[in-house]
């Protein structure tokens, strides 16, 4: 090769120039190629920056809310239950010494109705010690915080969604009961910052004691201490708070909103990454589709004087151009997904933690996804081209026994594939079976051997069908093998995309299929234990407790009723998790769901907890203290620490976090509360759940703030907040069928495409347009089975490993199913859509002998 100028910019020799000249070139005449590659690419960094955006989001809305609230303030002292602790607490909490600054909270689920809908929020009481933290949400505010009394303040997001404006009313339903609200001002971001998106209705502390019937009681203290004596202030509080209160970092949160967030976050990186590692195999197809364009390209290049460095400099230069374009685009996209598809937060997320719909977009981010999308362009480029450069000939790259140059491949090669093929499985079997957790890189890995075995099943499919051909004459099947062995190289490929496409979508849509029939187990065991539910409105988990009076006996007096039971239950804070305390009447049917029991026998475990001082642990929570059945553990509550026994192990119960099922007079005990979160109502023998709906609705009707749900209702509501948690992954088990699809059906149609010149001999040779179109017909429905039937067996053992991972990682119920009718489905989708689309550019690319005068201009 002719030396370079000392003065023109080089790479190992090679101008920028001419390395620009060469990819344009590229680029001119094989564009759609190009594009394709770029598309494969890009769908994978899609997904994957969208799923990071949408999960970096939840965490960094809700830092934002934090810190906007606690402002200097460095710890709290936390309640263990909604219902709280009394101000006086508080107070002497603020006269401690060391402590500049205190600000009394108390937070409170509530609903909030207004003209145009009701949305879920928390009502957040607060004192002016909280302008004197400097938040970003309350330095703004100043004295117009006294604006609030007599009313509340809703964030500008909550006051949209329901049609409210200030000096409206609004109806705000709170522990159990209703009231009338004034609106005293909408809250923007310039006023509260971040928290104008968020679900938090503020009122001043007086008033919203009064909405939720809790007065002289708060929930939180926050404080800000004098310079270096913040170890002083926590031991003093943690005196104050003898066992029956947490003292917590302000940030606290944080971490459990981390925990709590954490199933969902890894179902959602297991399931973008298979994305981005099927759509970085698309890429490295549709490079393989120009192999022998490249080979002879390579051969040209060395023949000319470019060295094996120079050679890898030119692909590695077109590569990174394609990577770096095709990563932005698949930026624009994820950022695009982030804001439609993945920007709902999960409701069990934002009825439980602080969170906004603010999305967070970190600069980090973007370099992860480019860099991701670069290296896959970069892999794929370069890993092809190393066979040919290791050969003295030039010549070697476009040798060839049969077929169209640069298409062969040798046996030897086609078995050491399957070989390697064989050795990824067996080395991802082992690696998860002793590690769960390296199951995202066994996924990914997994889409890499159904490609190894592509190669030689094409061969055994090709000298079948050759046997088949010889034997029964007519048709177009020995012309259709006769042109799958000329263009072996292209036909491995096409038949690989199709792998991808069906291993891609039947491991994800499978694995999310087994969690969604997981937790619709989980929820109708739990429901199924009554005819009817009283609860109240927002009351999602069967957390929110509320005061019954008599309203227990009023109910159990109504026509059509049998009985009347309570259940209690709320959220509990120990360590890292945030726990859902179950607790079921002794004389519940059934303690536990059947289906949830990891370990032990679920009518000793029944036993357990109707008698008392037992409870029933997620596995989570157990595997995290090394707890078995049988053992013993220390749980804080709002009377101090107890001990109970461990009498079952069971999945998270559909609660990231865990639970922990107990019965209704230990925890009536422990948290010095008779306060219901539900009522289970049984109906008399020949009534009707609509009949007796009405009859517990009519003794409820001074109650706004209480509903009541028949059994199929309530499995619903639990069904559909199930299905919302897990949008994100329904959509891209979505994303990923529609675009392999698509990406499978663009191969097809490229290499018709390029196919032409060759119809044009074929039709020398006598063959009409009706005969060819036969043929490619046949020739994609070979190779469309090869694909689907490779990528379905794999993605049958991907689907079974997700979902073990699903299992034993998050603790979420995810009991494997086959999903016979789904796989075939799926099949039928991906080989329909691309035969579909093939048939048209198929049929004028048979015809191109009589009707393209110009192919070869």
């Known amino acids: 090769m002719k030396r370079t100028s000392r003065l023109a910019p080089s790479v190992f020799g090679v101008r920028v120039s001419v390395l620009w000249g060469l990819y344009r070139r590229r680029v001119k005449y094989h564009a759609v190629r190009e594009m394709l590659a770029g598309g494969g690419i890009a769908i994978g960094v899609a997904l994957v920056f969208g799923v990071l955006v949408a999960n970096a989001s939840v965490l960094g809305s809700a830092r934002e809310i934090i810190h906007a609230v606690d402002g200097s303030a460095s710890l709290e002292l936390y309640a263990r239950s909604p219902h709280g602790f009394s101000e006086r607490v508080a107070e002497r909490a603020a006269r401690l010494p060391g402590v500049r600054d205190a600000a009394f909270l108390l937070r409170e689920n509530a609903v909030v109705k207004g003209p145009r809908g009701s949305r879920s929020v928390q009502l957040v009481g607060v004192t002016a010690g909280l302008i004197r933290l400097r938040g970003t949400a309350t330095r703004d505010l100043g004295s117009g915080a006294l604006l609030l009394a007599g009313g509340v303040g809703l964030p500008a997001g909550v006051a949209h969604s329901i049609g409210a404006q200030t000096d409206g009313y609004i109806t705000l339903l709170a522990n159990g009961a209703g009231h009338a609200a004034r609106v005293r001002a909408v809250l923007d971001s310039g006023a509260i910052g971040s928290l104008s998106t968020s679900g938090l209705v503020v009122a001043l502390l007086p008033a919203a004691q009064a909405f939720a019937g809790e007065p002289d009681r708060i929930t939180e203290v926050l404080v800000r201490t004098d310079p270096g004596k913040e170890q002083l202030v926590k031991g003093e509080l943690r005196r104050l708070a003898a066992g029956r209160i947490d003292v917590l970092p302000t940030d606290a949160e944080l971490s459990l909103l981390n925990e709590t967030a954490k199933p969902t976050n890894q179902s959602s990186a297991l399931f973008a990454a298979i994305g981005l590692m099927v759509g970085f195999l698309l890429a490295l197809n549709a490079m393989l589709l120009i192999v022998p364009e490249r080979r002879r390209a390579i051969a040209e290049m060395r023949t000319q004087g470019y060295d094996a460095a120079q050679v890898v400099v030119v692909f590695a230069f077109q590569a990174i151009v394609l990577g770096i374009a095709s990563s932005l685009v698949g930026v624009l996209i994820g950022e695009v997904l982030a804001r439609t598809l993945f920007e709902t937060a999960p409701i069990y997320l934002s009825v439980a933690f602080p969170i906004s719909g603010h999305q967070t977009v970190h600069v980090t981010t973007v370099l992860i996804a480019v860099a991701a999308g670069v290296l896959a362009a970069l892999v794929a480029s370069l890993v092809p081209i190393f066979f040919d450069l290791r050969s003295k000939k030039p010549v070697d790259a476009v040798l060839h026994r049969r077929g169209e140059p640069g298409q062969a491949i040798s046996v030897k090669v086609m078995c050491w594939l399957a070989v390697a093929g064989t050795f990824i499985v067996v080395c991802v079997t082992i690696a998860v079976r002793a590690l769960p957790g ?420």
């Open 438 to 857: 390296v199951t995202v890189i066994g996924g990914v890995m997994l889409a890499l051997a159904s490609l190894c075995f592509i190669p030689l099943v094409f061969l055994m499919v090709s000298r079948s069908l050759r046997w088949v051909a010889k034997r029964f004459h007519g048709g177009m099947l020995a012309i259709a093998v006769i042109e799958l062995d000329a263009g072996a190289t292209r036909a491995v490929v096409l038949a690989g995309v199709a792998a991808l496409a069906v291993y891609g979508s039947t491991t994800v849509d499978g694995a999310r299929r087994d969690l969604t029939h997981g937790l619709d187990q989980t929820f109708a065991e739990y429901i199924g234990t009554a005819d009817l539910w009283v609860t109240t409105t927002g009351n999602n988990l069967t957390v929110n407790n509320f005061p019954v009076d008599h309203l227990v006996a009023q109910v159990a007096h109504a026509p059509d009723v049998a009985s009347v039971r309570v259940d209690q239950g709320e959220y509990l804070d120990v360590g890292s998790r945030r726990l859902w305390i179950i607790a079921r009447p002794p004389d519940d049917p059934s303690m536990l769901p059947r289906a949830q029991l990891l370990e032990g026998d679920l009518t000793r475990a029944t036993g357990f907890l109707r008698r008392g001082g037992w409870a029933a642990l997620s596995s989570a929570f157990a595997a995290e203290r090394h707890l078995r059945v049988g053992d013993t553990f220390t749980l804080p509550t709002p009377s101090g620490a107890v001990r109970l026994g461990v009498a079952a192990i069971t999945t998270n119960i559909g609660w990231p976090p865990g639970a922990i099922t107990l019965n209704t007079a230990d925890y009536a005990r422990y948290w010095q509360t008779t306060d219901p979160a539900a009522l289970e109502v049984n109906l008399k023998p020949g009534s009707s759940s609509i009949e007796g709906k009405r009859a517990v609705l009519a003794v409820l009707h001074d109650r706004p703030g209480l509903r009541v749900q028949t059994m199929s209702e309530r499995i619903a509501q639990f069904q559909g907040n199930a299905s919302q948690g897990l949008h994100s992954l329904a959509e891209i088990a979505a994303l990923l069928l529609l675009t392999a699809a698509l990406a499978l059906a663009a191969a097809l149609s490229t290499v018709i495409y390029q196919r032409r010149a060759r119809f044009i001999a074929l039709k020398e040779d006598g063959f009409d347009r009706l005969q060819l179109w036969r043929g490619l017909l046949i020739e994609s429905a070979v190779l469309l089975t090869i694909g689907c039937v490779d990528g379905a067996i794999l993605g049958i053992y991907g689907h079974a490993l997700a979902t073990r991972y699903l299992r034993l990682n998050t603790g979420f119920p995810a009991p494997f199913s086959f999903g016979g009718p789904q796989l075939l489905l799926t099949l039928l989708s991906i080989a329909g859509v691309s035969l579909a689309v093939i048939a048209l550019p198929g049929y004028s690319a048979a015809g191109v002998g009589t009707e393209s005068s110009d192919l070869q201009k």
